[in-house]
């Protein structure tokens, strides 16, 4: 299947892996892409702002039920879970999972339960364990996981339990994801359109 939706997750270290990927992305970039990092319960819109400093792509904070559109980055709101659904994203304040809200594997399990094997799931630097989960749940629903090297990650436990709970993921760099998304999820989409 083609992909459909790119769910990307970070926490400890996250802020300079985001930057990284968002700056090897092209604005002609073709999928939504719904970003969990995990941060301080009051935090204002200055992540948004410093992110799109890197970024081609627009990126913004999505208001619960809206439409995901191709090419844009949504970070999830402060103290809110952002799920996925077809066709858009809701806000949440269920209670905090593996002590964070936002909770990346609220986010990964609702790509997986939306989109299935549609979904790519891309694990990057932290210090817990959120994620696993969910990075397992894309892999059994037949998506595709990307795990930043546990190796040189600023924080190693997040993409080391993410390995753990998805072996078969793809394993890679820092510098080599954003090309590893556009094979992903653009050479995929010409194969198939040839094929």
Aim: aromatic share 4%; hydrophobic share 45%; glycine share 10%.
């Amino acid at each position: 299947m083609t992909p459909s939706l790119v769910v990307v997750g970070a926490s400890l270290g996250g802020l300079n892996a985001l930057r990284a990927i968002m700056g090897g992305l092209p604005r002609d970039f073709p999928l939504p892409i719904v970003v969990v990092q995990h941060r301080s319960r009051d935090g204002d819109g200055t992540l948004t702002q410093f992110l799109q400093g890197s970024s081609a792509l627009p990126v913004c904070e999505p208001d619960d039920k809206e439409p995901l559109s191709p090419g844009r980055i949504y970070m999830a709101p402060a103290d809110y879970h952002l799920l996925v659904e077809s066709g858009n994203l809701a806000c949440s304040t269920d209670a905090p999972v593996n002590f964070s809200r936002p909770s990346i594997d609220v986010l990964f399990d609702s790509a997986a339960e939306a989109y299935g094997s549609g979904v790519v799931g891309v694990i990057l630097s932290g210090s817990n364990a959120d994620g696993a989960a969910g990075a397992a749940r894309i892999a059994h629903r037949g998506g595709i996981v990307i795990v930043e090297d546990p190796s040189f990650a600023e924080a190693a436990a997040m993409p080391a339990a993410a390995l753990a709970a998805a072996p078969r993921s793809h394993v890679a760099r820092l510098a080599e994801i954003a090309p590893l998304l556009m094979r992903v999820c653009c050479d995929r989409e010409r194969t198939q359109d040839h094929g």
